[in-house]
C-alpha cells in the first residue's frame, strides 16, 4: 500500500528557508501517471495547493508561490522535497504530500501524507 | 485563479438522514471536480473524482453529480462515520482550488 511520509522542521524562523521531504513507499515515485504533490491547510486560507512534479522533473507551481517555490525530485531514493524561500507568518501551516492521479479526466489527490504542522516565528 | 464557492459552510444532521453538500465554480470547469472527506487530525480521502465517479473503496451512500459550474455531494443515509468537513476541488486548471468547506455536524 503506498504511504507517503512528510519530514523536516516543525519550527522556521521569519525569512528563511522552509524544506520538507516527501517519502514515498509501497510504490515507485518513477510510476507513470501520477504527479506528485504539495497541499498545505491554513485555517486561514483552507486547502491551498503549492505545486506537482513529476517523476521526469517536470513542474507546475501555484503562482502566488512560484518567486519563492522550488519543488525537487530524486528518484532514486523515492522522494520529492520542497523549498520555499522567505517565509512568513502567512506561511504558516500544515504541510500535505500527496499523489495526483492522471488517470481520469479529472485529476485528484488519491494518497496523501499525514500531513507536517510548520510554525514560522523568531 | 477559479473560485470554488461551497454551501453551507456548516450542517447540522442526525444519523440515517439524507443531506446535499452544493460547489459553485466561478467559471464552468465541465466534469473537473473532485470532492473529499477530512476528519479532525487527518489528511483529506478522495471520495468522488470525475464529479461523479465514486472513488475505489467508498460507501456507495456517497454519490456527486453536476457538471459545467454547479456540483452536489449527497450522502444518502448519515453514518456516524460521516460527520466531518468536505471539500470540493477543481483540476480543470491551475492552480488547482478547493472550497472552504463544509462542517457536517451531529445535530
Known amino acids: 500500500q503506498l504511504q507517503l511520509q512528510e519530514s523536516g522542521p516543525g519550527l522556521v524562523k521569519p525569512s528563511e528557508t522552509l524544506s520538507l521531504t516527501c517519502t514515498v513507499s509501497?510504490?515507485?515515485?518513477?510510476?507513470?501517471?501520477?504527479?506528485w504533490a504539495w497541499i498545505r491547510q491554513s485555517p486561514g486560507k483552507g486547502l491551498e495547493w503549492i505545486g506537482n512534479i513529476y517523476h521526469g522533473g517536470s513542474t507546475y507551481y501555484n503562482p502566488s508561490l512560484k518567486s519563492r517555490l522550488t519543488i525537487s525530485v530524486d528518484t532514486s531514493n523515492n522522494h520529492f522535497s520542497l523549498n520555499l524561500t522567505s517565509v512568513t507568518a502567512a506561511d504558516a501551516a500544515v504541510y500535505y504530500c500527496?499523489?495526483?492521479?492522471?488517470?481520469?479526466?479529472?485529476?485528484?489527490?488519491?494518497?496523501w501524507g499525514q500531513g507536517t504542522l510548520v510554525s514560522v516565528s523568531s | 485563479d477559479i473560485q470554488m464557492s461551497q454551501s453551507p459552510s456548516s450542517l447540522s444532521a442526525s444519523a440515517g438522514d439524507r443531506v446535499t453538500i452544493t460547489c459553485r465554480a466561478s467559471?464552468?470547469?465541465?466534469?473537473?471536480l473532485n470532492w473529499y472527506q477530512q476528519k479532525p487530525g487527518k489528511a483529506p480521502k478522495v471520495l468522488i473524482y470525475?464529479?461523479?465517479s465514486l472513488q475505489s473503496g467508498v460507501s456507495s451512500r456517497f454519490s456527486g453529480s453536476g457538471s459545467g459550474t454547479d456540483f452536489t455531494l449527497t450522502i444518502s443515509t448519515l453514518q456516524p462515520e460521516d460527520f466531518a468537513t468536505y471539500y470540493c476541488?477543481?483540476?480543470?486548471?491551475?492552480?488547482?482550488?478547493f472550497g472552504q468547506g463544509t462542517k457536517l455536524e451531529i445535530k
Open positions: 476541488q477543481q483540476s480543470y486548471s491551475t492552480p488547482y482550488t
Open positions: 500527496a499523489r495526483l492521479d492522471l488517470h481520469s479526466s479529472s485529476w485528484y489527490f488519491d494518497s
Open positions: 467559471q464552468s470547469i465541465s466534469n473537473y
Open positions: 509501497g510504490g515507485s515515485i518513477s510510476a507513470g501517471g501520477y504527479y
Open positions: 470525475d464529479a461523479s
